[in-house]
């Protein structure tokens, strides 16, 4: 599991599933290290979310792999409906009681999709690309909110969450291991080094 690299995002506002939002020079040369890291590994499949985005960081692993980029719609972002508005603390959307009802639960989220229906469709995903890459790897590029539940959710961890905690850094890798149909262990590594999770553009 892939993490996106930096998005060009000047306002800083949370764009969700908004088209239009592409990486930045400094994305783009995030994807590209990341393809390096990657280049000597045995990847036979490589899955994108359709959101310019995680397309981006995913072309050059396909490219150097001579492959053919897919797509899986279940690697999305994170439904949201503060998306498109500034929503940092002491900032935008949140200092307004009109937006308060949305935050009543942080445990569904109220604001957004079910954890659980994240991790559901990321697995999805991810059994999906396993199956068609039998025997040899997977790239999956996705979003973080996504990465970090569908972890939580195999780690045997809660799904509700302190933002600010998860370790799922601009194009930060998270592997899952597998033998057979079987989980063994989950890896993380961060190839372009460490991003805040609150980090603009992210």
């Given at each position: 599991?892939l993490?996106?690299?930096?998005v ?27 393809a ?10 490589v ?6 985005r ?68 990321m ?15 997977a ?26 905690r ?11 291991v597998?033998?057979?149909e ?21």
């Amino acid at each position: 599991m892939l993490r996106h690299g930096e998005v060009h995002n000047p306002t800083g506002i949370l764009y969700g599933r908004l088209p239009g939002f592409k990486l930045s020079e400094r994305g783009q040369k995030q994807a590209l290290t990341v393809a390096e890291h990657l280049a000597d590994h045995d990847i036979v499949h490589v899955v994108a979310s359709p959101l310019d985005r995680a397309q981006q960081t995913a072309s050059p692993i396909a490219d150097s792999h001579r492959l053919e980029l897919a797509t899986d719609e279940r690697l999305i972002e994170a439904d949201n409906q503060f998306e498109g508005l500034k929503v940092a603390v002491g900032d935008g959307a949140l200092r307004s009681p009109s937006h308060w009802p949305k935050l009543v639960n942080p445990f569904r989220p109220s604001w957004g999709e079910p954890y659980l229906e994240i991790a559901h469709r990321m697995l999805g995903a991810v059994q999906r690309a396993r199956l068609a890459a039998e025997g040899h790897e997977a790239v999956c590029v996705s979003h973080q909110l996504p990465i970090w539940t569908l972890r939580r959710f195999l780690e045997g961890k809660r799904m509700w969450h302190d933002p600010r905690r998860r370790e799922c850094s601009l194009a930060s890798l998270t592997s899952l291991v597998f033998e057979g149909e079987q989980l063994v262990r989950v890896v993380y590594t961060e190839p372009v080094g460490a991003t805040s999770p609150r980090v603009t553009g992210a």
